[in-house]
């Protein structure tokens, strides 16, 4: 079985701050991870995603996030939020053999001015 | 580019009625679609995945029955909540991918139930 997890339900932080937000996953062979983004009453967005290869992955809006096979682990970061980044963040993994993705429980990102 | 249109986008049904949501995608062949509930407050759940020349494949606690899919071509799809109920009540999200690739989702269709 695998799951991932979001340990955090809700991050505040300020405008300009960084932020890491986290995602771990339990599962032992090959995965797809990935973070998408949830802004109130809308659907989903792609930020990013990471397969192989380089373990920090770049996606969009400054966002990135860092694999680690050791801490089974795929953190969310930016460096410097703006408003517009309140939102509510997913971390989702895809089995390699299964075409689907399992999504985490969510967090919810609250940046002040 | 890829995109996923979903309608409609918000729907309010009676409690005990049926409704019918599609899905397309535009831009690439959707050989793969993944249909998703997300209940008030909670996560987005899978409720089955549809995939071309292959049998539809539900998750635990949903069921053709209730949740049936029709996914006749790569470009579109479709999913009746029959007899909904609450608890039927979210957001219904469509994700649809071209073999491998990034899975893209549409914006939604909003179900309240009165």
């Known amino acids: 079985t695998q799951t991932v997890s979001q340990s955090d339900a809700h991050v505040t932080v300020f405008e300009g701050d960084s932020v890491e937000l986290r995602c771990n996953y339990s599962?032992?062979?090959?995965?797809?991870l990935s973070w998408y983004i949830q802004h109130h009453g809308r659907g989903l967005q792609f930020l990013l995603k990471?397969?192989?290869?380089?373990?920090v992955v770049q996606g969009v809006n400054g966002f990135k996030a860092e694999f680690s096979k050791s801490d089974s682990s795929f953190h969310l970061r930016k460096a410097s939020v703006h408003w517009s980044d309140s939102a509510v963040y997913f971390c989702?993994?895809?089995?390699?053999?299964?075409?689907?993705?399992?999504f985490g429980s969510g967090t919810k990102l609250t940046v002040e001015p | 580019g890829a995109l996923v249109y979903q309608y409609p986008r918000r729907t309010i049904c009676k409690s005990g009625t049926s409704m019918r949501m599609e899905c397309q995608a535009v831009?690439?062949?959707?050989?793969?679609v993944a249909w998703y509930r997300q209940s008030p407050q909670k996560t987005f759940e899978l409720i089955a995945l549809?995939?071309?020349?292959?049998?539809?494949?539900?998750e635990q606690n949903f069921t053709q029955e209730k949740f049936p899919i029709s996914h006749p071509n790569l470009s579109f799809s479709s999913m009746t909540v029959l007899n909904a109920y609450l608890e039927d009540r979210g957001l219904y999200l469509c994700?649809?991918?071209?073999?491998?690739?990034?899975?893209?989702f549409g914006a939604g269709t909003r179900l309240s139930v009165l």
């Open positions: 994700g649809a991918r071209e073999s491998q690739n990034t899975l893209y």
């Open positions: 831009g690439f062949q959707a050989t793969s």
């Open positions: 989702a993994v895809r089995l390699s053999n299964y075409n689907v993705l399992y």
């Open positions: 990471y397969y192989s290869g380089n373990p």
């Open positions: 599962y032992g062979g090959s995965i797809y």
């Open positions: 549809s995939t071309v020349n292959s049998a539809i494949k539900y």
